[in-house]
């Protein structure tokens, strides 16, 4: 593993704060109140084998505390989390490996308003790999390893409708999604593959990007998409070997890789060696001539992976350890509001909270 540069001990602020369950992720919820801030958990109690989900304040102090505000009993664990907002309120979409997906929809003070469920079965065969929701909460796009790709409408917020958009009948599987704009969205799978959507053109995957780089064969998985809302035509990606790559849809022949891979040209700018987890664009890490950066350049981003690394990576500089942690870091988030701010679970049974200078 390449060595990785350390943000000054003095400036970096960690909080753990121990949990008494096993945390399959977290996220920040999007704020609706200029005063309150609140984070949502999927959790599961090994002793009872139960899961569910939490709503936690998260107040203005130091150190940081998670107070419990609502709490969901789920039939099976959640196998992934998204958020946005829907009419100025949060919206939260939990899939399950058990294959059921829970629409909440949430009121004025994080307690929950409405929820609306799709019955195991229903969307796919076996788990739900990823969700993801529209920036405006209108649709969700699931997908799983089954080869099925679904979206799920909260039409007059009152019921769920939901349609099937493709079925590879399990040639291809699908691991990851993520939406670019209202009629477009990328999905990942095996074999680094990526392929992107456009709702206006039915019949499958309009761009495909095959992970056959320089003449190699790889047969990592994808795990994570992000898309930048201002570059919408560049898909980041994290998976397995502690790999980081940019998809560039105006030139598509080769990936530019951010991590892993093992490749010499990127071995030092590594973090990690084992499966990335998740990866998004770090908006604090803008630098101060963004808008002169040629549109080809990739922006910073953030990833965590199974080998307990948070860290950031940015093209042609060396990666910024932020924690170490001797078990995986399987989820993250970064405050919108306040991009200094980080929350991660480490899974055995702690969430650590970053504040950046």
């Not at 003095?10 to 008494?20: A, F, G, M, N, V």
């Not at 709503?55 to 992934?80: C, G, M």
Request: charged letters at 15%.
């Amino acid at each position: 593993m390449a060595t990785s540069k350390a943000p000054p001990s003095h400036s970096l602020q960690i909080h753990r704060l121990p949990q008494s369950q096993y945390i399959d992720a977290v996220r920040f919820l999007p704020a609706f109140s200029g005063l309150d801030r609140f984070a949502v958990l999927a959790l599961f109690d090994t002793h009872s084998s139960s899961p569910s989900l939490q709503i936690h304040s998260l107040p203005k102090s130091t150190p940081p505390s998670l107070n419990l505000q609502s709490s969901l009993s789920l039939s099976s664990r959640v196998s992934s989390l998204s958020l946005s907002l829907s009419a100025h309120k949060p919206l939260i979409a939990a899939s399950t490996f058990s294959g059921s997906l829970h629409i909440l929809l949430l009121d004025f003070d994080a307690s929950v308003q409405s929820e609306f469920s799709v019955p195991e079965k229903s969307l796919h065969v076996g788990a739900i790999s990823c969700v993801d929701l529209q920036e405006s909460g209108v649709e969700c796009v699931s997908v799983g390893e089954d080869g099925r790709v679904n979206l799920v409408a909260f039409g007059d917020g009152s019921r769920l409708s939901y349609r099937r958009v493709w079925d590879s009948d399990g040639l291809v599987s699908y691991t990851a999604a993520k939406w670019a704009s209202p009629t477009e969205f990328a999905t990942g799978g095996f074999g680094f593959g990526l392929q992107w959507w456009d709702l206006r053109k039915p019949g499958g995957p309009v761009s495909q990007f095959k992970g056959n780089w320089a003449q190699r064969t790889t047969s990592g998985i994808v795990h994570s998409i992000d898309i930048h809302p201002s570059r919408k035509h560049t898909c980041l990606a994290g998976g397995s070997l502690g790999t980081v790559f940019a998809w560039d849809l105006r030139w598509q022949q080769q990936p530019i890789i951010l991590s892993g891979v093992g490749t010499s040209e990127v071995a030092t700018h590594s973090p990690c060696e084992s499966e990335v987890w998740e990866v998004k664009y770090d908006p604090y890490m803008r630098t101060s001539n963004f808008g002169n950066m040629s549109s080809s350049r990739i922006l910073p981003a953030m990833l965590c992976s199974e080998d307990g690394i948070l860290a950031v990576v940015e093209q042609g500089e060396e990666p910024i350890e932020l924690l170490a942690e001797p078990c995986a870091i399987n989820s993250f988030d970064i405050d919108r509001q306040n991009p200094s701010d980080v929350i991660c679970s480490l899974e055995w049974e702690s969430i650590a909270i970053l504040s950046r200078p």
